[in-house]
C-alpha cells in the first residue's frame, strides 16, 4: 500500500494560484499512476486529473481543463497539481490517490492521502 502525502493547500482569493504537492516517502512513485480527486461539502467526491506513470499520458475534468496542469517529478517521488484562475466552486478537500495502469480513467483509484483544503474565496 503506498502511502501518500498531500500539501499546499489554502484559502485564495477569486483567480488567484495554488500548487498542491502528493509526496510519497518511503514508496517508489514512478510505479504509479497518480489522480487528483476533490470533494467539497454535501457533493460527491469527482475525479479532477491524472497522469500516468511516466507523464506522458494525462486526463482532466472539464471544469478544469486549461486552469489546472498536472505534473510529476519521479526523481523528486512527488506529483503536482497546478491550479490557476480559481473560482469559489473549486473549493474543496483535495485528495491523491495512486494506483498502477489507470489513467486516463478517473475512477477506482487505491492509496489515498489524507487531504487538504483548498478554499476559495474573497
Known amino acids: 500500500q503506498v502511502q501518500l502525502v498531500e500539501s499546499g493547500g489554502g484559502l485564495v482569493q477569486p483567480g488567484g494560484s495554488l500548487r498542491l504537492s502528493c509526496a510519497a516517502p518511503?514508496?517508489?512513485?514512478?510505479?504509479?499512476?497518480i489522480a487528483w480527486f476533490r470533494q467539497a461539502p454535501g457533493k460527491e467526491r469527482e475525479g479532477v486529473s491524472c497522469?500516468?506513470?511516466?507523464?506522458?499520458?494525462?486526463n482532466y475534468l472539464d471544469s478544469v481543463k486549461g486552469r489546472f496542469t498536472i505534473s510529476r517529478d519521479n526523481a523528486k517521488n512527488t506529483a503536482y497539481l497546478q491550479m490557476n484562475s480559481l473560482k469559489p466552486e473549486d473549493t474543496a478537500v483535495y485528495y491523491c490517490?495512486?494506483?498502477?495502469?489507470?489513467?486516463?480513467?478517473?475512477?477506482?483509484?487505491?492509496?489515498w492521502g489524507q487531504g487538504t483544503q483548498v478554499t476559495v474565496s474573497s
Open positions: 490517490a495512486a494506483r498502477m495502469f489507470r489513467c486516463p480513467s478517473l475512477y477506482d483509484y487505491a492509496d
Open positions: 497522469i500516468s506513470n511516466s507523464g506522458t499520458s494525462t
Open positions: 518511503g514508496f517508489t512513485l514512478g510505479y504509479y499512476d
